[in-house]
């Protein structure tokens, strides 16, 4: 078990760094178009379309790190209160919901990304197929199950993962 959680560890990782730097290309090409706008009298039409798939690459490929951490956004001031096998019960039952609806969204995505293709529609600015912004949303559904399985799997817990996280703080 621990080399499974070495390796998704090391991917969540690659995952992190790679909407980082994403985050780091969105500032840029903000900075170079507020140059571009007020210093050049030019703008790039592209810009504001380019930032936004940006964005959203970023958000659901962290998702999968934000899954397998245990980090995901959650009310648990009242189900902390309660006794540790409640919690459980309650922690597996939520991860359930999740597991759930994840695959269903990407069961659901799948035929919409397939006529996406089929239709190669693209962004109106930066003629960017269509098929690519949006397939990194299934795709981080389906990677933040695999994250979600794997975890439940190797013991690591939401719970403890966020005990571990407000430690290290």
Do not use: C, H
């Not at 992190?16 to 571009?36: D, H, Q």
């Not at 949303?137 to 695999?146: K, M, R, W």
Request: hydrophobic share 60%; proline share 4%.
């Amino acid at each position: 078990m621990n080399a499974t959680r070495r390796v998704i560890d090391s991917a969540t990782r690659v995952l992190r760094v790679i909407s980082a730097m994403m985050l780091v290309a969105i500032v840029v090409i903000n900075a170079a178009n507020v140059v571009a706008r007020y210093v050049l009298n030019s703008p790039f039409s592209w810009g504001e379309e380019v930032m936004l798939f940006l964005m959203i690459v970023a958000i659901f490929l962290s998702s999968p790190a934000v899954t397998w951490d245990g980090a995901n956004i959650r009310m648990d001031i009242l189900a902390r209160a309660l006794p540790v096998a409640v919690r459980r019960v309650l922690e597996a039952l939520a991860d359930l919901v999740s597991l759930g609806v994840a695959a269903l969204l990407v069961y659901a995505s799948v035929p919409i990304i397939q006529q996406l293709l089929e239709f190669d529609q693209r962004s109106q600015a930066a003629e960017i197929p269509m098929a690519l912004p949006q397939g990194v949303i299934p795709l981080g559904f389906a990677l933040s199950v695999i994250a979600l399985i794997a975890r439940e799997l190797s013991g690591k817990t939401a719970e403890q993962a966020a005990d571990a996280q407000a430690a290290s703080e």
